[in-house]
């Protein structure tokens, strides 16, 4: 099974922006699509937003439409997650998946195959 790694998490401050990276650890695959969760202590893991990998049709949770965007490298299997103007409720370990369920319509749920081991970001106030 294949690891993914995730990249680009840290401290920012309340209105900036930041860019989270992921990609297959040792090797590249082919999964159908890619997506970001987000989960803060103590609550449920969040859909932030997937891509199909070759088509790349894009799909957004409600809490960053508008101020994410997520892009991908079909060739390298690699996925970057642009969010602007963030705020301290986005405090979370944010989490790349890939294997997605068979239904596009799933794709908001946490039933994804392969899972990285997580990022935090943190945003002060």
């Known amino acids: 099974q294949v690891s993914l790694v995730e990249s680009g998490g840290g401290l920012v401050r309340a209105g900036d922006s930041l860019t989270l990276s992921c990609k297959p650890w040792?090797?590249?695959?082919?999964?159908?699509?890619m997506a970001w969760f987000r989960q803060a202590p103590g609550k449920r893991r969040e859909f932030v937003a997937a891509?199909?990998?070759?088509?790349?049709?894009?799909y957004y949770g409600e809490s960053v439409k508008g101020r994410g965007t997520i892009s991908r490298d079909y060739a390298t299997t690699t996925i970057s997650l642009l969010i602007n103007d963030l705020k301290p409720e986005e405090t979370a370990t944010y989490f790349c998946?890939?294997?997605?369920?068979?239904?596009?319509?799933?794709?908001?749920?946490?039933?994804?195959?392969?899972w990285g081991q997580g990022i935090q970001v943190t945003v002060s106030p």
């Open positions: 998946a890939a294997d997605p369920p068979f239904h596009e319509r799933d794709w908001s749920s946490t039933f994804w195959g392969t």
């Open positions: 891509i199909a990998m070759k088509a790349g049709q894009e």
């Open positions: 040792g090797r590249t695959y082919e999964t159908r699509a």
